[in-house]
């Protein structure tokens, strides 16, 4: 399997912080569906199920985190924060810094792809990782990695308040400068039911402007929203 022999496991191992007793719950958060199509005779799975339960896990401490820290904060800008928190990039960042992407499991054409590198892959490959670990110790060893890798952002983005998301940027800059209002709609939805794929583009009056992908409807409004300002920015300053 791959090149995760007995030495690159026990490091990974001390990357992560946790000494897994079921180590095989570790080797099945690396594995992409993709790598199984060229391994078929394998007895693991891919990350799929352990990247849904984990996913779940970050929602919660999220929240239950933002709830008790911040006790000033309406419910409008903890869901802001929050969002901020677990979104793709940032989730994908952590996977960088724990260098996750050497050790995955993927299949040639992915791996030349540049699946190593891929933001959604190494979100969902964090989220795995957490799962793994909550099957294998528990909750309280999952949410003891999740302070050591996202409590300072999640500590950064509350104390910041009132923070706002990429739609709402957008909508203000947009209904301030044109005196119209941003829409979305869903393009497409793609994948299995348990990992579905939505993408969006975001229109000012007939023309669209940008599209995103993500999880949900709202992480590919996020996404859409985000590039939407990136191009907006760019016209300002060339107009200036």
Do not use: C
Request: aromatic share 8%; no cysteine; charged share 30%.
């Amino acid at each position: 399997m791959n090149n995760l022999d007995k030495k690159a496991l026990a490091k990974l191992e001390e990357t992560v912080g946790v000494k897994f007793i079921n180590q095989d719950l570790l080797i099945n958060s690396l594995i992409h569906r993709s790598w199984l199509n060229e391994n078929r005779s394998q007895k693991f799975t891919s990350n799929e199920r352990l990247e849904f339960l984990g996913d779940a896990v970050v929602e919660l401490w999220a929240t239950k985190n933002l709830f008790e820290k911040f006790p000033q904060l309406p419910e409008g800008s903890l869901t802001n924060i929050r969002a901020a928190v677990v979104r793709t990039e940032s989730l994908a960042q952590k996977a960088r810094d724990m260098n996750l992407g050497k050790y995955l499991f993927l299949s040639k054409g992915e791996n030349e792809g540049g699946g190593r590198e891929n933001d959604s892959l190494l979100a969902d490959t964090f989220e795995a990782i957490v799962g793994a670990i909550f099957l294998d110790q528990g909750q309280k060893e999952a949410e003891k990695f999740l302070d050591k890798n996202l409590l300072f952002e999640l500590k950064s983005w509350g104390e910041q308040g009132d923070i706002k998301d990429n739609k709402t940027i957008l909508q203000e800059t947009i209904q301030s400068t044109q005196k119209i209002t941003p829409y979305y709609q869903i393009i497409e939805q793609k994948g299995p039911d348990h990992e579905k794929r939505f993408v969006v583009g975001v229109y000012f009056g007939n023309k669209q402007m940008a599209i995103g992908e993500g999880k949900s409807k709202r992480e590919a409004e996020e996404e859409a929203a985000q590039r939407a300002l990136t191009m907006v920015n760019k016209l300002v300053k060339l107009s200036s």
